[in-house]
């Protein structure tokens, strides 16, 4: 076994609505979990402690150099419409050995920035998208996986005992 680096990040893409946006990307963010926290001291206790209260809301963004027509498409669409995206990545350990990356979101466009436009310069489109749901996959593998209504660590879900308590 290689004490060398592994899974380092060299190259990655997004789809949009299915759709390949190779060597169209300039950057993505990807979405962060995150825990949603309340400090809490009750009686008896010395001193606060924070506490899960569920996730709080995610989202993701990218940004484009060129202003491109399908994706300005996917912004404003009526609610209860969701657009997927993927993004995916190429994850090379120092001794070569390659891992697929794969985040599989679904959500909408809110925010389409056509930035600054200047003559003899580049200009950023900057997109924002509201997540419903990810999932992060490395080389087949579930690791998260989170929906307004639960969030599964490799592949188990962490709220299974609380929907049974509400008769779910």
Not at 96 to 122: C, L
Request: proline share 5%; hydrophobic share 40%; net charge negative.
């Amino acid at each position: 076994m290689s004490n060398l680096p592994k899974f380092i990040l060299r190259n990655c893409t997004l789809w949009a609505d299915r759709e390949s946006k190779l060597g169209q990307i300039g950057d993505i963010t990807v979405p962060v979990p995150t825990d949603k926290l309340e400090e809490m001291r009750n009686s008896g206790m010395i001193k606060p402690r924070e506490v899960k209260m569920g996730l709080e809301k995610t989202e993701f963004s990218f940004k484009m150099p060129g202003l491109d027509p399908q994706v300005i498409k996917l912004f404003g669409l009526r609610p209860g419409v969701e657009t997927p995206f993927m993004v995916t990545g190429a994850l090379v350990d120092e001794d070569g050995v390659d891992h697929s990356a794969v985040m599989t979101i679904r959500g909408f466009i809110k925010t389409a920035n056509g930035g600054t436009w200047q003559p003899g310069e580049r200009s950023e489109n900057d997109y924002a998208v509201a997540v419903h749901y990810y999932k992060l996959e490395i080389d087949g593998e579930n690791l998260l996986e989170v929906d307004d209504f639960d969030i599964k660590v490799g592949g188990v879900s962490q709220y299974a005992g609380m929907r049974a308590s509400m008769l779910l």
